[in-house]
């Protein structure tokens, strides 16, 4: 390689490792001037240096720079002890015995006529016995290709257990994928009540909702639950960094399968908005049907908002979703 083209080379990864550097810095602070003068000086360290020094020298000062900001960045560790956003102070724990899923902290909030949450949470035990259905829940909040997605499993005593895999914001954060992508945030599993987590999407934030029934042997079903739920108690007990791309609310809950799933068809798990799609390519969604038909049906808005508050909830967003039978048995058969 010429000198040249040497050159050409280290002037990229200068400007790489700087923006790099000023973003890895910007999402730390509540303060937003803080968090600007801060991503402002590695900018300006490195113009100031290519005005003042000689080449080789901002390249030295460069990697210098780089390198305590990579220090600082690989040894920062989620804490889980933080002054967080309501809704996110409490986590779920669970206890598996036998059969027996005993979940402190299960969420059930209740939403005012605007929107203000009123934070409850019980004790519920469930059977993993009787677990009878699992359903995926896309809700769109940015665009066809953006949505949360969150699980919800079903058992023949009329109860559902909703899981949501979430970003764990502070007080004065928001949520933006690109935060996510630089440790803003921890991991957070919430376990609830459908007429919080899935009401608070469709009735509160009013998303477009998706319910679609997932085709799985119920013994599968059963294992895929407890799977979760002893994911949730780790996550709980050792706290994880959110990511956008490789740790969000989709990834966690295809953890075990996506690094199995075609090439062609990750980019479908990752793009969260596109995975009810992959899963009907892959066949765990009912299938008889035309795609955009059994979107369509599973469309929930406006059963929720009508339901809003019923105690019948759950059954009645149920009411337009193409089942799957034989591949999973139906609830209270």
Same mark, same amino acid.
């Given at each position: 390689?010429?000198?040249?083209?040497?050159?050409? $080379? !280290?002037?990229?990864?200068?400007?790489?490792?700087?923006?790099?550097?000023?973003?890895?810095?910007? @999402?730390?602070?509540?303060?937003?001037?803080?968090?600007?003068?801060?991503?402002? =000086?590695?900018?300006?360290?490195?113009?100031?240096?290519? $005005?003042?020094?000689?080449?080789?020298?901002?390249?030295?000062?460069?990697?210098?720079?780089?390198?305590?900001?990579?220090?600082?960045?690989?040894?920062?560790?989620?804490?889980?002890?933080?002054?967080?956003?309501?809704?996110?102070?409490?986590?779920?724990?669970?206890?598996?015995?036998?059969? =027996?899923?005993?979940?402190?902290?299960?969420?059930?909030?209740? @939403? !005012?006529?605007?929107?203000?949450?009123?934070?409850?949470?019980?004790?519920?035990?469930?059977?993993?016995?009787?677990?009878?259905?699992?359903?995926?829940?896309?809700?769109?909040?940015?665009?066809?290709?953006?949505?949360?997605?969150?699980?919800?499993?079903?058992?023949?005593?009329?109860?559902?257990?909703?899981?949501?895999?979430?970003?764990?914001?502070?007080?004065?954060?928001? #949520?933006?994928?690109?935060?996510?992508?630089?440790?803003?945030?921890?991991?957070?599993?919430?376990? !609830?009540?459908?007429?919080?987590?899935?009401?608070?999407?469709?009735?509160?934030?009013?998303?477009? $909702?998706?319910?679609?029934?997932?085709?799985?042997?119920?013994?599968?079903?059963?294992?895929?639950?407890?799977?979760?739920?002893?994911?949730?108690?780790?996550?709980?007990?050792?706290?994880?960094?959110?990511?956008?791309?490789?740790?969000?609310?989709?990834?966690?809950?295809? #953890?075990?399968?996506?690094?199995?799933?075609?090439?062609?068809?990750?980019?479908?798990?990752?793009?969260?908005?596109?995975?009810?799609?992959?899963?009907?390519?892959?066949?765990?969604?009912?299938?008889?049907?035309?795609?955009?038909?059994?979107?369509?049906?599973?469309?929930?808005?406006?059963?929720?908002?009508?339901?809003?508050?019923?105690?019948?909830?759950?059954?009645?967003?149920?009411?337009?979703?193409?089942?799957?039978?034989?591949?999973?048995?139906?609830?209270?058969?």
């Amino acid at each position: 390689m010429n000198t040249s083209a040497g050159s050409v $080379v !280290g002037d990229l990864l200068i400007v790489v490792s700087t923006v790099w550097m000023a973003l890895a810095l910007h @999402y730390h602070r509540p303060e937003r001037w803080v968090r600007w003068l801060i991503s402002l =000086l590695p900018i300006a360290v490195v113009l100031g240096s290519l $005005v003042l020094l000689p080449h080789s020298w901002t390249c030295a000062l460069s990697l210098a720079m780089f390198a305590v900001v990579w220090l600082w960045w690989f040894t920062r560790r989620p804490l889980g002890s933080r002054d967080w956003a309501l809704g996110m102070e409490i986590r779920p724990r669970v206890q598996i015995e036998g059969d =027996l899923v005993h979940v402190e902290h299960f969420r059930c909030f209740d @939403y !005012g006529p605007s929107g203000d949450p009123r934070p409850h949470y019980e004790q519920r035990t469930f059977d993993l016995s009787k677990v009878c259905s699992v359903d995926y829940f896309l809700s769109h909040w940015k665009g066809p290709i953006i949505a949360h997605t969150l699980v919800s499993f079903g058992f023949d005593d009329g109860q559902f257990m909703a899981i949501s895999v979430e970003a764990r914001r502070q007080r004065w954060q928001r #949520y933006s994928p690109f935060w996510g992508l630089f440790r803003a945030y921890e991991l957070m599993f919430v376990i !609830g009540d459908e007429r919080d987590i899935v009401r608070l999407r469709t009735n509160v934030r009013h998303e477009r $909702v998706y319910l679609y029934r997932v085709r799985l042997p119920v013994n599968r079903v059963r294992t895929l639950l407890r799977d979760y739920l002893q994911r949730a108690q780790a996550v709980a007990q050792r706290p994880q960094w959110y990511n956008s791309i490789a740790s969000n609310c989709t990834t966690n809950l295809f #953890y075990h399968q996506h690094r199995q799933t075609r090439w062609w068809l990750r980019p479908g798990i990752f793009l969260n908005g596109l995975s009810a799609r992959t899963l009907y390519r892959l066949g765990a969604l009912a299938s008889d049907v035309p795609f955009r038909e059994l979107q369509a049906r599973g469309a929930i808005q406006n059963l929720a908002l009508e339901a809003n508050d019923s105690s019948e909830f759950s059954q009645r967003i149920r009411a337009g979703i193409i089942d799957s039978q034989p591949a999973v048995e139906a609830c209270g058969t």
